[in-house]
């Protein structure tokens, strides 16, 4: 690399801003929510924790030149995963009751799970359509 040369790279397209906007989202609200959940479970707040570094992770390394097309798949994966946590860790009773907490909407859940969702469809779709 020539000095002239810059290690940080900027999505080269809407889908890829989206996707990158994605990640900020679900990554802070999990680390906003940690010290929350570390309260009543040190091991839930740590994996909250651990989980929106990583995301935020993601973002650093897809803002470099080190980014491969392989990691969208990669990024789909871990926002999968973390989607199916939720309900594996909340309980399957019912696909909407794992968004109530005390009786009302969780709207800190509900922002983060929309956000993996439509995350993997950019992941997805950046993957199927870049070189």
Request: aromatic share 16%.
């Amino acid at each position: 690399m020539t000095r002239n040369e810059s290690s940080v790279r900027l999505p080269d397209s809407i889908v890829g801003y989206i996707a990158n906007d994605l990640a900020v989202i679900t990554g802070i609200i999990h680390l906003l929510l940690a010290p929350q959940f570390i309260n009543f479970s040190q091991t839930l707040g740590t994996l909250f924790f651990l989980n929106g570094l990583g995301f935020l992770g993601g973002i650093t390394l897809y803002l470099t030149n080190y980014w491969r097309r392989e990691l969208y798949l990669v990024a789909a994966a871990y926002a999968l995963i973390t989607f199916t946590a939720f309900f594996v860790y909340g309980g399957f009773e019912g696909f909407l009751s794992a968004f109530y907490m005390r009786g009302s909407l969780n709207w800190n859940a509900v922002a983060a799970k929309t956000a993996e969702v439509l995350l993997i469809i950019c992941s997805l779709y950046l993957y199927t359509n870049s070189k």
